[in-house]
């Protein structure tokens, strides 16, 4: 048995944190630093797991998530979750309140007005005070359990305060949503791992509250406000506006921005100022709700069958066109290549609400000179991503320094490096953002040729964290693929054997499959030949590739970019930990007639027929030689679509240039 000391420490510690709670999520007035906050925390967490039998349902600690779930199950709300009229217009506005005056016979109305959240609507169903089951609105009627999930949000009170009026049984209306310093936050994380960001807060709160996996839900920041008693056992208060503060006393979260109004003017003023203070709001909301106070009132009148006719929502214009870049961050594509983008107030713009632009590069950064902080312009063309098209200058306004790209990855920690006008990621082999496409290379047939090893199954391996890097593949089990969607006994036995098969392989594969920028199967082969070893590649100088035959300036900085970041040798040694052998170089047969022997081939742009490889196989294939360079040994430069500055060389030196029909009728038989 535990100390009793134990036990009401484990209970202060739930006291204590549960006031934080409220304070940080319901009253937005934090009393103690993060810091302090986590110290508490894993104090608690520490008690509670040296003494498991303490552990409650409502304890701070538990609301991590739990196994996912098959699927969300229906349920059937108590009173229907009925949807409001919008208005924009003040004489619809005033129009609404004429017919509640006329239909009551009385000029002497009283209204509450509160913000409307843009988020989602839940229900919230407490019995004896302790939280037991939460929905979404779904149809009205009927919505998704999504209790387990809502358990997770740290403003959801999991047991109410005890107080003389708290009902047996209460059923609470509320929103889910995200502020918006967390929204830019999550939309960074996602943004700098080449993800795609949420559009704005509302779609980010949907996703994560129906999530089979609640641990996903615990990872978001979600947070609530709630607004209406639904049905309560007992009698219920006499006004909304003592909804509101009952709800406030039993310690749930409710909008502190409301006002009583004595007239329709009031509402109106309400709204003005309202949609003035819009901006300053560390939240995201779409107008106001405006209801008739009294709830005897509200009984008389009535619903429609989707809407009270006590109620309307009294909606803002919503923003165009102009906004403001709240953070520029840094998405990691797939290839390494690093790009910046806007990360926005959410803004309207050709009909749809959007969180973010794209910058293109630095260059086009310092171009614009745009800066978080700033007031933009914003621009939409079709279904791209959205750019800024200009800044829009504030008088008096005081700047943020300008945007300077990292040096080190946002994702993984790799040093940058820089090609041209581009950025990118020089940890290709271990960097999160780009393993899965890092994965599918070192997989293909003409690196490792590992069969089995699909799109789908990559991202299987790396979304389950079964995978973190390319060494990862060799210490799978057969229990472990066995979890993939997909796989049965007979499919994963596959798999597991291709991948052992895949453990020799020749130096160039292996170079190729590591995915090293400007290094293709033609220069991998270059490499394997001139070289003979990895250890001797490793641990070559810019200026002694230099001397090797077609390698140039840039393959030569690729490479030992590549091999100078510890984490990609950290991998290699990992690979050959785990049994990959280095074979001698592959050989290519060599099935073409010879005619090309001696003459050195060039290609530059994009080619209608072959890929870059099929094209230089092809030459080689025929006894020719490629280079990545123009000279005056160059026997043909094959001009492709939108070639490149090879193409100006060529003419310059005077080298024959082919079309890629004339290229086909060199490297096909008569």
């Given at each position: 048995?535990p ?28 009393e ?5 906050y ?7 967490v ?13 304890s701070p600690?538990?609301r991590?998530?739990a ?7 229906k349920?059937?709300h108590?009173k229907?979750?009925?949807s ?7 004489d619809?506005?005033r129009?609404?309140d004429a017919r509640?005056?006329?239909e ?15 988020g989602?609507s839940v229900?919230?169903?407490y019995d ?14 009927i919505?998704e ?14 047991q ?12 609470v209306?509320?929103?889910v949503?995200?502020r918006l ?8 994380r996602?943004?700098e791992?080449g993800?795609?960001a949420f ?6 709160a949907a ?9 996903i ?13 639904m049905a309560?056992s ?7 506006w003592?909804?509101l ?8 979260p409710?909008?502190?921005?409301r006002?009583?109004?004595r007239?329709?003017?009031?509402v109106?003023?309400?709204?003005a100022a309202?949609d003035v203070?819009r ?12 209801k008739?106070?009294r ?33 520029i961050a ?7 290549t ?8 959410p803004v309207?713009?050709g009909?749809v609400?959007i969180s ?6 630095a260059?086009e ?11 933009v312009k914003v621009?939409r ?10 800044r ?7 700047r943020q ?11 993984c920690?790799s ?5 041209g006008?581009?950025?990118?990621c020089?940890?290709?082999?271990v960097c999160?953002a780009?393993?899965?496409?890092a994965?599918?290379?070192f997989?293909?047939?003409?690196a ?13 391996l ?12 060799y210490?799978l ?10 796989f049965a ?11 052992e ?6 130096l160039?594969?292996?170079l190729?499959?590591?995915g090293?920028?400007q ?5 991998a082969?270059?490499?394997a ?16 590739l230099?001397q090797?035959?077609e ?9 030992t970019s ?16 785990r ?10 047969p ?8 001696g003459?050195?081939f060039?290609?530059?742009?994009g ?5 870059r ?8 294939q025929?006894?020719?030689?490629i ?5 005056k040994?160059?026997?043909?430069v ?8 090879k193409?100006d060389q060529?003419?310059k030196?005077?080298?024959?240039i ?8 060199l490297v096909?038989?008569?």
């Amino acid at each position: 048995m535990p100390h009793q000391t134990d036990a009401e420490r484990i209970a202060a510690l739930r006291r204590e944190i549960k006031r934080h709670d409220h304070l940080y999520y319901t009253k937005d007035r934090p009393e103690i630093s993060d810091a302090e906050y986590d110290r508490l925390f894993r104090e608690l967490v520490d008690l509670e797991t040296a003494h498991p039998q303490l552990i409650t349902a409502d304890s701070p600690t538990q609301r991590v998530g739990a196994s996912p779930l098959d699927e969300l199950t229906k349920v059937s709300h108590e009173k229907p979750m009925l949807s409001l009229d919008s208005m924009t217009d003040q004489d619809d506005v005033r129009a609404f309140d004429a017919r509640m005056k006329r239909e009551l016979e009385t000029d002497d109305i009283v209204y509450t007005a509160e913000p409307k959240f843009d988020g989602l609507s839940v229900e919230l169903v407490y019995d004896r005070g302790i939280f037991m089951r939460g929905a979404t609105r779904g149809d009205g009627m009927i919505g998704e359990d999504v209790t387990i999930n809502l358990r997770t949000i740290r403003a959801l009170p999991l047991q109410l305060e005890t107080h003389p009026a708290l009902p047996m049984h209460l059923v609470v209306r509320g929103e889910v949503y995200m502020r918006l310093d967390e929204f830019q936050l999550l939309n960074r994380r996602m943004t700098e791992r080449g993800e795609d960001a949420f559009a704005n807060p509302r779609n980010a709160a949907a996703g994560a509250l129906r999530q089979l996996d609640s641990r996903i839900t615990a990872s978001r920041p979600l947070t609530l406000t709630c607004y209406d008693i639904m049905a309560v056992s007992g009698a219920s208060p006499p006004t909304h506006w003592d909804d509101l503060e009952a709800l406030a006393a039993w310690g749930l979260p409710i909008p502190e921005h409301r006002r009583r109004c004595r007239s329709i003017e009031e509402v109106l003023s309400f709204h003005a100022a309202t949609d003035v203070m819009r901006n300053a709001l560390p939240f995201e909301i779409d107008g106001i709700v405006v209801k008739l106070d009294r709830r005897n009132w509200q009984d008389q009148l009535g619903s429609k069958s989707r809407s009270p006719r006590w109620a309307i929502a009294y909606k803002f214009s919503p923003r165009k066109e102009i906004t403001v870049i709240q953070d520029i961050a840094v998405s990691v594509g797939r290839t390494g290549t690093l790009t910046p983008l806007a990360l926005l107030k959410p803004v309207e713009v050709g009909g749809v609400t959007i969180s973010r632009a794209t910058l293109h590069n630095a260059d086009e950064v310092a171009r614009k000179d745009v800066r978080v902080g700033d007031t933009v312009k914003v621009e939409r063309a079709g279904d791209v991503i959205p750019a800024i098209a200009e800044r829009v200058p504030i008088p008096g306004e005081t700047r943020q320094d300008p945007f300077v790209m990292p040096d080190h990855c946002p994702v993984c920690g790799s040093a940058v490096a820089r090609e041209g006008a581009y950025f990118y990621c020089t940890g290709q082999t271990v960097c999160i953002a780009q393993l899965k496409g890092a994965i599918e290379h070192f997989a293909s047939k003409s690196a490792l040729d590992i069969e089995g090893m699909g799109k789908k199954t990559i991202a299987q391996l790396v979304d389950l964290g079964l995978v973190r890097d390319l060494a990862d593949l060799y210490s799978l089990t057969k229990a472990q693929v066995l979890t993939l969607e997909g796989f049965a006994d007979r499919s994963a036995t596959l798999l597991l054997e291709s991948i052992e098969r895949s453990k020799s392989v020749s130096l160039d594969r292996l170079l190729m499959g590591l995915g090293i920028r400007q290094v293709g199967q033609h220069i991998a082969r270059v490499l394997a030949k001139q070289l003979g070893s990895l250890s001797k590649l490793m641990s070559a100088t810019q200026e002694e590739l230099l001397q090797v035959r077609e390698i140039g300036p840039e393959i030569s900085a690729s490479l030992t970019s590549f091999f100078s970041e510890e984490r990609n040798r950290a991998v290699i040694a990992r690979l050959i930990e785990r049994g990959l052998t280095i074979t001698s170089l592959s050989t290519i047969p060599l099935t073409g007639s010879q005619s090309l022997t001696g003459k050195t081939f060039v290609f530059t742009g994009g080619l209608a027929g072959y890929s870059r490889d099929q094209a230089k196989e092809l030459v080689e294939q025929h006894g020719g030689q490629i280079s990545s360079s123009v000279s005056k040994k160059t026997s043909y430069v094959v001009a492709g679509s939108d070639p490149g500055s090879k193409l100006d060389q060529a003419r310059k030196l005077g080298v024959r240039i082919l079309t890629e029909t004339e290229f086909t009728a060199l490297v096909t038989p008569e």
